[in-house]
């Protein structure tokens, strides 16, 4: 976690990150992210909002991307800002849990939050709750 906090921009150029998971994990630290415009990078990061994508393998574009960020402090706070925003309204638990319940009520299926973890956290958060059991 301390890498996050000191850094002030999350580079992953991935060409074949399935999900992103790399980038919430930055963007939970409020940190612009630039990453790869495949994969996973376009499903979680938002080109221009969160952070930067960029096309793969392409090395100009990935160090102009970089160059841009470092030469605009405004900028790399509005876009790591947006990714905090961004991770806390499209991908905390409770968000997922909730959209994951709508899609499967619009498929015809019975789905209900599972309460029953017998590894409850410490804290009250609802972001440590798992994520669900289903009913057919």
């Known amino acids: 976690r301390s890498f996050y906090n000191e850094c002030d921009i999350f580079v992953a150029p991935s060409r074949y990150e399935s999900f992103g998971l790399v980038f919430l994990e930055a963007m939970v630290f409020g940190k612009p992210v630039i990453a790869g415009d495949a994969g996973g990078g376009p499903e979680v990061v938002t080109h221009e909002k969160s952070g930067l994508l960029v096309p793969p393998?392409?090395?100009g574009a990935l160090g102009a991307a970089l160059n841009r960020l470092l030469?605009?402090?405004g900028l790399r706070i509005?876009?790591?800002?947006?990714a905090r925003r961004d991770y806390e309204t499209r991908f905390t638990d409770a968000v997922m849990v909730r959209d994951f319940l709508a899609a499967f009520t619009r498929m015809g299926i019975r789905a209900e939050p599972d309460v029953t973890s017998r590894n409850r956290?410490?804290?009250n958060e609802t972001n440590n709750v798992r994520l669900m059991a289903l009913r057919a």
């Open 121 to 123: 956290p410490a804290t």
């Open 78 to 82: 509005r876009l790591g800002q947006n």
């Open 57 to 59: 393998g392409d090395a």
């Open 71 to 73: 030469a605009d402090p």
